[in-house]
DNA sequence: GTCCATACTTAGCATCCCAGTG
DNA sequence: CACTGGGATGCTAAGTATGGAC
């Protein structure tokens, strides 16, 4: 079972080619919430009738046998043969099921135990949420500090020079229970947008083939689009009549009224004038360069940290987006609506009342200055394409996203300990009297073998239309009772987050089958598929089949245990560090296929293949000649037989082993380039595989941990990094 | 249940930068 | 020593999830 999600599919050598043909396809749906109660009243009463109908069709197969025959079609294709490390792709044999579900005392590897979990740390999350009251201590040598601000910062200041050194283990402490997210939180605000220089009277701009001088408010927003000129999407109809309205509002009434059609405008000195600057800012002396990073590195050790509870912590964005022409992802209707700049009048600070607050810059205010302790950000401020609000918070390697992302795991791990009760329920929830709780079963089962998103509803117009499971429309699967000789397949073709293609045919359940007809029956392309189901009723009922269960979880559960299975599989002893290396990037590989990470094929890929192509050719003539030297020098030695022939076979041996690790080194990174084309590993390092797994791995195997994480990598995972050992099982 | 606000995680792409190469 | 390919980093959009008001 552990590794059927691995199998799901013939998805992605052909997506991205579709993706320029699927933006066409238009999707008319509107109205969502209509049709929903559309579809509530039409199949009010059929439901029961159905029910009865479809009792009867179910057999009694195992969820386990079901997934035995699985294995992975993308890299299979991609495997190359030549070289001497086509190792088996992940294909996914069937594991007796005890090697993963039972965990033998899994928790013990970790060092440190905080008090108040010893079984896991999922339940020390519980204790937090429910024991609201009960204020737990952090470390009782940090009280004192956290009350006096003076004393807090000093202490901070301090460590600056002492930390690098010795890193705080917070993962050693304990946690709060009591809700806060800190006692003591200082900081020094937000760095703002460099204000608008306005171009120098040389670089034109003219409106119908005339110089029109702006006014630099309308000026500014002029070399945002100036700035783009180069992007496709400055030539499309959306982008274009959005970018004109904003424009327009910053335009004074003469400006309005002269400038109304956009294709009469002449950017391109703009334009230029940009390009060269880039060019001279590329061409700048080093000197000029060595002054730009000092200046950034002052402003990074003044703004880029704060001071929470004591330790100085790294902030991850502290400088305000800068206004600019908004681009959303996809088909977004708001493309080229102006981004307004931020000023200090938007912005709420965060941060406590006995700290050094932040100031405004000179002859401003902020918006508001609060002191909440039950939430991480520092600044915020509501930015004005979707009026959603945006936040400045700590970096990855801060104590409060490092805990969070650690809880995460254990979440996760939790659901490993009941997953098969739940698998077995769903199962048993598709023969349900209710359609609610057919089609919350069926979304379900989705969400776990194929690692789909909840897919929360999305405020129609507002968005680029996207989908998740529980979002899905009729029109986004196929059903194909028989297909290429296998029963019941679904054919999957929707626009996922980021507007990123997601296309797969499954073969599923019989079961499924039938109720995805049913659920189907009677609607139109564009009505929901899952219309008694959205996020929120999925995820309640998901919370009482375990704590802190939400969809989600199930995404970093088969993520997670699908490296691991596949870690196990695909590594093997006698393979060198640089063919392990391949094993670990084609394990972490199967995951980002199952959960779909695409990228764009880098744009310099295929030249790049090709230098390296021709890198490995050069090297094996090399290995021709090598050996071909070896040969006649062995022959030398034999008629010889002196001490200067044996040390010249000698170095001429050494020679051709040295180039035949070349080769090979060079032949692994092929394959793996090529199989990383257009698949992204990054996503699912960063986010959903459990650290302590890699981690673990490379101690069993003596791999630098180096080789899997790099720097900033590192710093996110130290916890991980420290606490894990050989043993660890997810 | 629905709607809305809020907070926080996940995501791909652009740009930066530096090590390795010729 | 200049160049450059590609990984590291920055950026910010786009998700998920929850809780409270009605």
């Known amino acids: 079972m552990s590794g059927d999600q691995i199998d799901c599919g013939s998805r992605f050598n052909d997506s991205l080619k579709h993706k320029e043909k699927y933006k066409e396809k238009e999707h008319k749906h509107k109205d969502h919430k209509k049709d929903k109660e559309r579809e509530k009243a039409k199949h009010g ?12 069709d179910g057999s009694a197969d195992k969820y386990k046998d079901k997934h035995k025959e699985k294995k992975t079609k993308p890299l299979d294709v991609k495997v190359k043969k030549e070289n ?8 996914v044999k069937s594991e007796p099921e005890d090697t993963f579900f039972h965990s033998p005392k899994l928790e013990k590897s970790l060092k440190r135990e905080r008090d108040d979990d010893n079984d896991s740390d999922f339940k020390a999350k519980k204790v937090k949420l429910e024991n609201d009251k009960k204020v737990k201590k952090r470390k009782p040598e940090e009280e004192p500090k956290k009350t006096k601000n003076k004393r807090a910062v000093t202490d901070g200041k301090k460590k600056v020079k002492k930390e690098p050194e010795e890193k705080w283990k917070w993962w050693e402490e304990e946690r709060y229970t009591d809700g806060s997210k800190w006692k003591f939180l200082e900081h020094k605000g937000p760095v703002f947008a460099a204000p608008y220089e306005p171009l120098p009277s040389h670089v034109k701009f003219s409106y119908d083939g005339k110089h029109m001088k702006l006014r630099p408010e309308a000026e500014e927003v002029a070399t945002f689009f100036a700035k783009m000129l180069d992007h496709e999407y400055t030539t499309k109809d959306i982008f274009r009549k959005n970018f004109l309205k904003d424009w327009r509002k910053e335009m004074s009434a003469e400006e309005k009224t002269k400038l109304t059609d956009l294709n009469k405008c002449d950017f391109v000195p703009m334009s230029e ?33 704060c001071i929470m509870d004591n330790h100085r912590e790294r902030i991850a964005n502290f400088r305000i987006e800068p206004p600019g022409l908004f681009r959303g992802r996809g088909d977004h209707p708001k493309m080229g609506m102006l981004k307004r700049r931020i000023r200090p009048k938007d912005i709420i600070v965060n941060c406590s009342k006995d700290s050094k607050h932040p100031e405004p810059p000179p002859g401003t205010k902020w918006k508001e200055v609060r002191h909440d302790n039950k939430v991480t950000w520092l600044v915020s401020w509501t930015e004005n394409i979707q009026g959603s609000i945006k936040y400045i918070m700590l970096n990855p390697s801060s104590r409060i996203k490092g805990e969070k ?16 009760r739940i698998r077995t329920q769903y199962r048993e929830d598709w023969k349900s009297k209710e359609m609610r709780i057919r089609q919350r079963a069926v979304a379900l089962y989705f969400i776990d073998k194929l690692a789909l998103r909840a897919g929360n509803e999305k405020e129609e117009g507002e968005t680029a239309d996207t989908v998740g499971c529980c979002s899905l429309r009729v ?31 499954v073969p599923v359940e019989k079961r499924v089958f039938k109720n995805l007809q049913l659920f189907m029956e009677n609607k139109e392309t564009d009505d929901d598929l899952f219309d008694r189901l959205n996020t929120s009723v999925l995820n309640k009922h998901l919370q009482e089949l375990m704590d802190g269960l939400t969809a989600k979880v199930f995404r970093t559960y088969n993520a997670s245990i699908t490296l691991q299975q596949q870690l196990k599989q695909l590594t093997s002893a006698e393979e060198n560090l640089l063919a392990k290396i391949l094993s670990y990037n084609r394990a972490n590989r199967a995951v980002a296929i199952l959960c779909n990470h ?3 094929p880098p744009k310099t890929f295929e030249k790049s293949m090709q230098n390296l192509q021709a890198k490995i050719d050069a090297k094996r003539d090399q290995l021709v000649d090598a050996k071909r030297e070896l040969k006649s020098s062995k022959a030398d030695a034999k008629v010889r037989r002196d001490e200067k022939s044996k040390k010249s076979v000698e170095t001429r041996k050494k020679a051709v082993e040295r180039t035949e690790e070349q080769l090979m080194k060079l032949e692994v990174q092929a394959t793996d380039r090529e199989e990383n084309k257009q698949i992204a590993l990054g996503t699912s390092k960063l986010n959903y595989l459990d650290p302590r797994i890699s981690v ?19 710093e996110k995972f130290a916890w991980a990094i420290d606490m894990a050992e050989e043993d660890f099982e997810f």
Not at 702 to 713: A, H, L
């Open 45 to 56: 009463n059929r439901d029961k009738e159905k029910e009865k109908m479809k009792s009867k």
């Open 405 to 420: 992302d650690w809880q995460k795991y254990e979440t996760a791990r939790q659901l490993k300990k009941c997953v098969d």
């Open 696 to 714: 673990a791995w490379c101690k069993k195997w003596t791999i630098p941990v180096e080789k899997i994480y790099n720097k900033t990598q590192r």
């Open 84 to 91: 001497g490390f086509a190792s088996p792709p992940p294909a």
């Open 598 to 600: 695409q990228r764009a």
């Open 273 to 305: 004038y940009f390009k060269a600057q880039s060019e001279a800012r590329k061409a700048m002396s080093k000197d000029g360069k060595l002054k730009i990073k000092e200046e950034n590195e002052r402003l990074l050790q003044l703004y880029g940290f």
């Open 475 to 505: 029109e986004h699967i196929k059903l194909y009772p028989e297909n290429d000789g296998q029963e019941f397949v679904v054919e999957f073709d929707f626009l996922g987050k980021d507007s990123i293609r997601y296309y797969n045919k």
